[in-house]
């Protein structure tokens, strides 16, 4: 908590900002606001890769074995852009790969963590800024060495993004077992290091850095998605980095953690073995069902913020909001087995993990009749922000009620590891996640560059991708209906699903145009940089702390030493003559 | 412009709706259900598919209303100054609650006959996932695996009889596969070096897939086998049949690779 006075503050740091040079303020920086971008632009430079090998999971999915144009020889590397059956592995294990760890983890805690944090609990930085700085610096060795991994010989990785032993230990099970695996834990285990700084920082913040009057039940959802994503952060990744230390010896050092004796795969006999291959799997889901939360709990909170600012009302039961992320945060632990029901672990421990994942459902319902609440009786006004925000509602109810069948052992015999699980996690991520990320970039853009971005065309991006993402995902619910596996490179030779090509076709084509569509964002986005109109502090006439801060802040954010007076969703108090009534306003003499 | 917007959200519980009445006229279900146990599997499947439907559809025309009703410009009375209410947090905590206990509740049984309840009978044969093919071996005449007269196979072609019950012995050589049959509702995970069982009744004969339904490498869409159901007689005939060509063809066991 600063006790230094306004402008001492505010010259002290105007100073800093100029005087390192660009290396030190654009580049090394120490900023939170710079180095939240840093993630928001190498997120979604990630993003577009990620999409790309999307494309090439869907032309095989819609053309099996036709060589694909255009970027068939970039994403196969084989002649004449056909891709080959161990590249369409690589595919789907790289697309998971990149989406998840490149670009939804950092963008929502490395981007928009780091640029909320500290301006809406109302700190001039984060708590130990060179913590912040290395943690997107570790990305880098991540980036390089995964990219990298495409070139080496046998390619990328193959054994999916869950990289279940033995296929991704034993190093003549598959091509991408042979050098992209190890390259694929490397990378993992340097994501993990970042994601590990940036949560200790971002715990310490938002414990110690509040300003006065910041009281822990005055703080924004989006700050509660970020706190208790930080905390499952703690506690989970490390189990993730020993297994992945575990799965690295076991291919280079021969220690057999995850083969079973006399491990054989392609001719070649293991020397090494005793261990157990579905004792990754634990290991790995239990770092990797908090993971989907740490996915969904900020954009969550994010979609809280945007819903009550433009419904121009109070978020309905704020503090059932905060107890239930609390509350995912504990059952997550508690849950991974879901993911094993059919892995041959014990029938007896399935039914354990499947009731307490029948009781997960609950805090997620408890959020979405909140989200209706809000826009109950209020004043909704649909700029784009906000209609990005509703779609994560409308999308996140799809989402939401087809884990149920998952969660249903006897049904998820039938439906694990078929497309109705991709439907599933597609609607979490994409149209959940993914479209709560595109709202807060609307709506966080002005207080990134000072200017706005254009409303109309952000509006042409949303109704085109909005109708465009169900028809990819939705249509995946009945191809799993009729049990379609996920990740086969051909599944029309199955008599069971060969009439399932006509719509796969369909989905695929929405996909590529899907993916066209974006070109409206991205010229959307980096245009309003530089020409979009001018934002003023408060463009929104919110009430967050953030939104009394310059646009874009200066270096130590405030220009004067904000006092908090009261939470941030009060639109429409009879205290004040305006509809919104920011944090930082006293409340009127008597 | 609220009319678009509201109505851009309405598609949503529509084409959702539409998409799966719309599905089994192109032959989009459910595989054909071919096993005893199956129509509690699907029986289930239906009853969450109705009961998630349901609240899907109530949640997005609640959603559509709110967005047609509340729009700033045509909502002329002030906003609801209500920062939420107790006893509608109550309401919808309980409720889903409970619908989601009675679920996890009523499910267990068929959990329970699906993987916890072996019928007590020797098994049928044993199956063994390899990169790229799934391998059957038959006890023979005697009834026992793993002895002299057994009958291995590596064409991918499973017989069982029909209207009995079967018991499998599954395993894997090298990586994780799955076996997954759609038409019995089954699947189960295969791991070297742990030897899992399965079990089932086949109520109609024919021949039906088997998939292999977990990633285990460049050749995992080609691992594809066929389970055929044959009256006590022919499939009796079908062993005899096997054993015949065994001995001429003069197999090692205890197994050969291809
Ligand atoms: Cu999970
Ligand atoms: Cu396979």
Redesign the pocket.
């Known amino acids: 908590m600063s006790t230094v006075t306004a402008d001492v503050h505010s010259g002290d740091h105007a100073d800093h900002a100029h005087a390192g040079g660009f290396l030190r303020t654009y580049v090394f920086s120490l900023d939170h606001k710079i180095i939240g971008l840093q993630f928001l632009f190498s997120s979604l430079i990630w993003f577009f890769v990620g999409g790309l090998l999307a494309l090439g999971i869907r032309w095989q999915l819609a053309y099996p074995w036709a060589p694909m144009p255009i970027l068939g020889n970039m994403l196969a590397g084989a002649e004449g852009g056909q891709i080959a059956p161990e590249n369409y592995t690589m595919l789907v294990t790289m697309h998971a790969t990149v989406m998840i760890f490149f670009v939804i983890i950092p963008v929502l805690a490395g981007a928009f963590g780091n640029f909320l944090i500290p301006l809406m609990i109302g700190a001039e930085d984060m708590a130990v800024p060179v913590l912040n700085m290395l943690s997107y610096w570790f990305m880098w060795p991540a980036f390089i060495v995964m990219g990298a991994s495409f070139f080496v010989e046998g390619g990328a990785a193959q054994g999916g993004w869950t990289s279940y032993p033995p296929l991704s230990v034993i190093l003549e099970a598959a091509p991408g077992s042979l050098n992209g695996q190890t390259l694929w834990l490397i990378a993992l285990t340097m994501v993990g290091i970042s994601s590990m700084m940036g949560s200790v920082n971002y715990m310490t913040t938002i414990i110690q850095m509040r300003a006065p009057g910041m009281t822990m039940f005055r703080l924004p959802m989006t700050i509660w998605g970020m706190f208790i994503t930080a905390i499952l952060q703690a506690f989970a990744l490390p189990v993730l980095t020993a297994a992945g230390f575990m799965q690295l010896l076991d291919r280079v050092a021969g220690t057999g953690f995850f083969l079973a004796d006399g491990a054989t795969a392609n001719n070649a006999l293991m020397a090494s073995g005793g261990g157990q291959p579905l004792l990754w799997q634990h290991l790995f889901?239990f770092y990797s069902?908090p993971a989907?939360y740490i996915m969904i709990l900020p954009a969550m909170g994010m979609v809280s913020d945007i819903l009550s600012t433009f419904a121009r009302k109070p978020l309905f039961g704020y503090k059932p909001m905060v107890y239930s992320i609390g509350g995912i945060a504990g059952l997550g632990f508690i849950?991974?087995g879901?993911?094993m029901f059919v892995s041959g672990m014990n029938p007896m421990l399935g039914m354990t993990f499947m009731v307490a994942t029948m009781m997960i459902a609950l805090p997620s319902a408890i959020k979405t009749f909140n989200w209706l609440g809000t826009l109950w009786g209020g004043k909704i006004q649909y700029t784009t922000p906000m209609l990005f925000a509703i779609s994560f509602v409308s999308m996140f109810i799809i989402g939401g009620l087809s884990g149920i069948f998952m969660a249903a052992t006897p049904v998820d015999i039938f439906i694990h590891d078929t497309y109705y699980i991709v439907a599933h996690f597609h609607y979490v991520l994409f149209a959940g996640t993914a479209m709560a990320v595109f709202g807060a970039i609307y709506y966080w853009f002005p207080k990134m560059f000072g200017r706005m971005m254009n409303d109309a065309w952000g509006k042409v991006h949303f109704a085109l991708t909005f109708v465009l993402l169900n028809c990819v995902f939705f249509p995946m619910h009945i191809l799993g209906w009729t049990g379609f596996p996920r990740r086969l490179a051909d599944p029309y030779h199955y008599e069971t699903f060969r009439n399932l090509l006509p719509l796969n076709q369909f989905i695929s084509w929405c996909a590529f145009i899907m993916v066209g569509v974006q070109v409206i964002f991205v010229i959307n986005f980096f245009w309003s940089m530089f020409f979009g109109p001018k934002a003023g502090r408060n463009p929104w006439h919110s009430n967050g702390l953030e939104w009394q801060a310059p646009s874009p802040p200066g270096h130590g954010n405030f220009d004067f030493q904000p006092q908090i007076y009261r939470g941030p969703y009060e639109y429409g108090s009879p205290e004040v003559e305006e509809d919104y009534y920011p944090q930082t306003q006293p409340p009127p003499a008597e | 412009m609220k009319r678009f917007w509201s109505l851009l959200f309405l598609l949503v519980p529509i084409g959702g709706v539409a998409t799966f009445l719309v599905a089994p006229y192109f032959n989009i279900v459910l595989p054909r259900d071919v096993s005893v146990h199956g129509r509690v599997i699907d029986n289930l499947f239906m009853f969450i598919l109705y009961l998630t439907g349901a609240v899907f559809i109530v949640t997005e025309l609640v959603l559509f209303y709110f967005m047609w009703k509340y729009d700033a410009k045509s909502n002329s009375k002030p906003v609801k100054y209500s920062h939420g209410s107790h006893s509608l947090e109550i309401v919808w905590t309980i409720l889903p609650a409970v619908t989601l206990l009675f679920i996890a509740i009523y499910q267990m049984d068929a959990w329970a006959t699906a993987k916890m309840n072996p019928p007590n009978i020797k098994p049928h044969a044993e199956v063994t996932g390899r990169q790229f093919n799934w391998d059957f071996r038959y006890p023979g005449g005697d009834d026992e695996l793993y002895t002299e007269d057994d009958i291995v196979r590596t064409d991918g072609k499973l017989y069982l009889p029909v209207d009995e019950d079967i018991l499998l012995k599954i395993t894997s050589a090298d990586v994780l596969h799955s076996f997954f049959l759609p038409n019995l509702r089954l699947k189960q995970d295969v791991v070297p070096g742990m030897t899992q069982s399965m079990w089932f009744k086949a109520k109609k004969t024919g021949g039906y897939d088997i998939v292999c339904a977990e990633l285990c490498g460049w050749g995992h869409y080609k691992m594809k086998g066929r389970v055929f159901f044959l009256p006590r007689e022919e499939y009796d005939q079908k062993i005899l049949e096997m054993a015949a060509e065994q001995n001429t063809m003069r197999v090692d066991l205890p197994d050969e690779d291809e």
Request: glycine share 0%; proline share 0%.
């Open positions: 889901w069902h989907v849950v991974w879901h993911h």
